[in-house]
């Protein structure tokens, strides 16, 4: 593997080193408590899958709160603050079979054995932490529990409450239009996990840039050493060319880089070769906007001797930035998949301000599942409607109800991958804003 440490050490002092190209961020802090801002987001979520094939189905149906305080940073040179993020919940229902990443469960009988997640579902539950933070100029440092947002370090938000990363990441906007970053985490703990390190990380380093050529082009690169487990790079352009009548075309390329280790967890490989299992996967999109309309067409490719593995090693449920990801990714073993996708702005038709809908079917093929066969395919059929309140009382509260209807041809179900399954998930959110 790259030296990863040596790298996020370049990145620090070159962060420090750097002269300032545009106002410090911090000679403009307020204060602790002025700049300190909090809020409440109230959530109830609801997934259920309808599985085939005679697997049994899944639903989970909860309640929380997510916190999420943060102060202002004291004045001075260097300036010091602190946060806090966190989480509780309650199940509505029984939910005895409850499942799809929402709902912890208590450890019980498996098979005989004392199995962690066997046993019956939390009725309520509690997570979360503290971090404290510096800033220097336009350089930030945060250590603790974060929720992250990198295309290979990722926190999985797509459920009833975020993933949290335990570590420290550095954020750089030393040089105008340009973020650098570095961090280092040693603690993950899934949506559905009260054990503060769930997934059992050892060691992530985290490093990259992305960098504003102007308001049309831009581009990034991150990477990620995960100890014992793996070594990724990501890599992503985006263009934005206008057109009349406020229309534009939208061309983004991105593409990741995987290498794993011998102890790393994958599925869907072809080698027997642990120390040998590697994959590239990279995607190419284009979208039309021109009014409420926007039209996005994609092709996304994979090969290796793996799938496009991620999540299970810790590397974060949401770490997959490419663009046929809904209910399945279309990242198979050496699969090849195309979408087309079409959402609709009704407040821009004058008809309901803040009512959105957004369709798209993904087609895969030539999936290799080792031993079975090479031509695989898997479809799925994706529809999204979500109503954002847009003033009065209720402001910014909306309501999110999807729809998968995912097939997998019969050497690519259950034991290669998810399976047949019809998917419905609504989500209520109202966001409380305390300071």
Do not use: C
């Amino acid at each position: 593997m790259l030296n990863a440490q040596k790298l996020t050490l370049a990145v620090l002092i070159s962060a420090a080193i750097i002269s300032s190209a545009q106002a410090s961020e911090q000679s403009e802090a307020k204060g602790f408590v002025e700049d300190a801002n909090g809020s409440i987001l109230f959530r109830t979520g609801y997934i259920s899958r309808d599985k085939k094939n005679g697997v049994d189905d899944t639903s989970s149906f909860a309640q929380t709160a997510i916190v999420n305080i943060d102060s202002g940073f004291t004045p001075g040179i260097v300036g010091f603050g602190v946060g806090v993020v966190g989480d509780g919940s309650f199940k509505i229902g029984e939910n005895n079979n409850a499942g799809n990443n929402m709902i912890p469960r208590e450890t019980g009988l498996k098979d005989g054995k004392l199995t962690k997640g066997a046993g019956d579902s939390y009725d309520h539950w509690a997570r979360g932490g503290g971090n404290v933070k510096a800033r220097f100029s336009n350089t930030t440092v945060r250590y603790g529990t974060q929720v992250l947002d990198l295309p290979v370090l990722a926190s999985n938000t797509a459920r009833l409450v975020p993933e949290y990363f335990t570590g420290t990441l550095l954020t750089s906007h030393e040089i105008k239009d340009l973020e650098v970053i570095a961090g280092k985490f040693t603690k993950n703990q899934y949506s559905d996990q009260v054990n503060t390190d769930g997934r059992h990380l050892d060691r992530a380093i985290v490093w990259g840039a992305k960098y504003k050529f102007d308001d049309n082009l831009n581009a990034s690169y991150y990477g990620l050493d995960n100890k014992d487990k793996l070594e990724r790079h990501y890599v992503n352009v985006n263009y934005k060319q206008p057109l009349a009548n406020d229309s534009s075309l939208t061309y983004d390329f991105s593409g990741y880089h995987t290498k794993f280790d011998e102890g790393a967890s994958t599925y869907s490989q072809t080698t027997d070769d642990l120390s040998n299992r590697k994959n590239n996967i990279w995607a190419i999109s284009t979208a039309y906007n021109t009014g409420p309309h926007n039209l996005m067409v994609a092709y996304q490719q994979n090969s290796g001797n793996v799938g496009y593995d991620y999540g299970e090693n810790a590397d974060g449920g949401q770490s997959i930035y490419l663009p046929n990801s809904y209910l399945s990714d279309f990242i198979g073993n050496d699969e090849k998949s195309a979408q087309i996708q079409y959402s609709l702005d009704f407040g821009k038709l004058g008809v309901l301000p803040g009512l959105n809908w957004t369709t798209a079917f993904v087609y895969g093929w030539d999936i290799k599942v080792k031993g079975l066969t090479d031509d695989a395919e898997e479809h799925e059929f994706f529809n999204q409607v979500k109503y954002t309140v847009q003033s009065g009382f209720a402001k910014d509260a909306s309501l999110r109800i999807r729809n998968s209807y995912y097939r997998a041809s019969d050497a690519y179900q259950t034991n290669a991958y998810i399976g047949d399954t019809n998917e419905w998930r609504i989500f209520l959110d109202i966001p409380v804003k305390l300071f």
